[in-house]
């Protein structure tokens, strides 16, 4: 069946960016389909972070608004979520979620 595959995450200091893309394994996402970012911090419950309607209409934790971004890019069938400003609080293991799949996610880390 299709499956989101991530990467961009990894280990960088604060204040640094990061970029992390959510792939189908097939042509699959389209404009009628809403997309999502959570993140998850060890010992505590998997939370919103960024979301792409089926408007077009961005959504946006408190934590993170004026620093991160999520769009799309049809010709790549990718999502994305540029995230900008990284602070330790900032670390935990990002998901992708689209057409009710769940992707295996990617781990962020952030020190200082």
């Known amino acids: 069946q299709v499956q989101l595959v991530q990467s961009g995450g990894g280990s960088v200091q604060a204040g640094w960016s990061l970029r992390l893309t959510c792939t189908p394994s097939e042509s699959w996402f389209t404009i009628h389909h809403a997309m999502k970012w959570f993140r998850q911090a060890p010992g505590k419950e998997r939370e919103f972070v960024a979301g792409?309607?089926?408007?077009?209409?961005?959504s946006y934790a408190d934590s993170v608004k004026g620093r991160f971004t999520v769009y799309r890019d049809d010709m790549e069938n990718t999502l994305y979520l540029q995230m900008n400003s990284l602070e330790p609080e900032d670390t935990g293991v990002y998901y992708c979620?689209?057409?009710?799949?769940w992707g295996r996610g990617t781990q962020v880390t952030v020190s200082s």
């Open positions: 979620y689209a057409r009710d799949t």
């Open positions: 792409l309607g089926t408007d077009g209409m961005r």
